[in-house]
């Protein structure tokens, strides 16, 4: 079991939220598809609604007036990068290149956050934890593993990520033919990676989800009325893209037995 219990270190994945117009059936999706219970009434009436795993928080839903497709949106869970100080990281990302969306503010007393867009038009969060951590369980069936930067213009992002979080970038020899590189906080531990795609795909902060079974994922996804490709094999796990029922994208993938 992977529980967090305090904050996590500035520049390493912390918390993801999906913006949905339908709270209740977001959350019959999700709970069907990870087993995740929620706020008793929050889906219901509409409110930002906690996804939780054993009764501690792995995700957010936040209501939105509209469907993704229609803002314009990503279609994708959002991923909040931890910051101890997130006025700072904000005025970083300017900085940088990036552009301040919303915020930074205070989320009641549960923590400060902003939205940010990066040079190559991927949005992230900032999260500064105090109520909330952030995800309080990582790493295992039902909660967040992984989250990588896929775009066709990968040397910008290249740049602006180790000039806001002060990342190292890595090569990965796993996979020689791939234009991947892993980024890593200044004590080496890696946090994700830049994948450069080809030109037409957004630029994307994608999420993986951990899941016991690939194939039965995909299928209870199926079931609770989302679509799925066809699962298949890498070195690092049993990997299949899932599209809930409002169109938005993530990956799960179940560790090679």
């Known amino acids: 079991m992977s529980y967090v219990t305090s904050n996590q270190p500035t520049g390493t994945p912390t918390w993801i939220e999906l913006?949905?117009?339908?709270?209740?059936?977001?959350?019959?999706?999700?709970?069907?598809?990870?087993?995740?219970e929620f706020e008793a009434g929050a889906a219901e009436a509409g409110r930002y609604t906690l996804c939780l795993l054993r009764g501690r928080p792995v995700a957010g839903l936040r209501p939105a007036a509209e469907p993704t497709a229609e803002k314009g949106g990503s279609g994708r869970?959002?991923?909040?990068?931890?910051?101890?100080?997130?006025?700072?990281?904000?005025?970083?990302?300017?900085?940088?290149?990036g552009t301040l969306v919303e915020g930074p503010q205070d989320v009641g007393g549960q923590g400060?956050?902003?939205?940010?867009?990066?040079?190559?038009?991927?949005?992230?969060?900032?999260?500064?934890?105090?109520?909330?951590?952030?995800?309080?369980?990582?790493?295992?069936?039902?909660?967040?593993?992984?989250?990588?930067?896929t775009t066709p213009d990968p040397g910008p992002a290249r740049a602006f990520y180790p000039g806001v979080f002060d990342y190292t970038l890595d090569g990965n020899d796993d996979l020689p033919d791939a234009d991947f590189s892993f980024?890593?906080?200044?004590?080496?531990?890696?946090?994700?990676?830049?994948?450069?795609?080809?030109?037409?795909?957004?630029?994307?902060?994608?999420?993986?989800?951990?899941?016991?079974?690939?194939?039965?994922?995909?299928?209870?996804?199926?079931?609770?009325?989302?679509?799925?490709?066809t699962p298949s094999d890498t070195i690092y796990a049993r990997m299949a893209e899932i599209t809930d029922p409002f169109g938005n994208s993530f990956e799960v993938g179940a560790r090679p037995r």
Request: net charge negative.
């Open 112 to 149: 400060r956050a902003a939205l940010v867009v990066d040079p190559v038009g991927a949005e992230f969060g900032l999260w500064q934890g105090r109520g909330r951590l952030g995800c309080e369980i990582v790493n295992e069936p039902g909660s967040l593993v992984r989250n990588d930067l």
């Open 19 to 36: 913006d949905v117009h339908d709270t209740r059936r977001a959350a019959e999706f999700y709970g069907a598809l990870f087993g995740w």
């Open 183 to 229: 980024l890593r906080r200044p004590d080496g531990h890696e946090i994700g990676g830049i994948m450069g795609v080809e030109r037409g795909e957004p630029s994307v902060w994608k999420t993986l989800f951990e899941v016991a079974d690939t194939d039965a994922a995909v299928a209870r996804a199926v079931a609770a009325g989302g679509t799925a490709g």
């Open 77 to 97: 869970w959002r991923v909040y990068i931890a910051t101890d100080d997130c006025d700072d990281t904000a005025k970083r990302v300017v900085a940088a290149g």
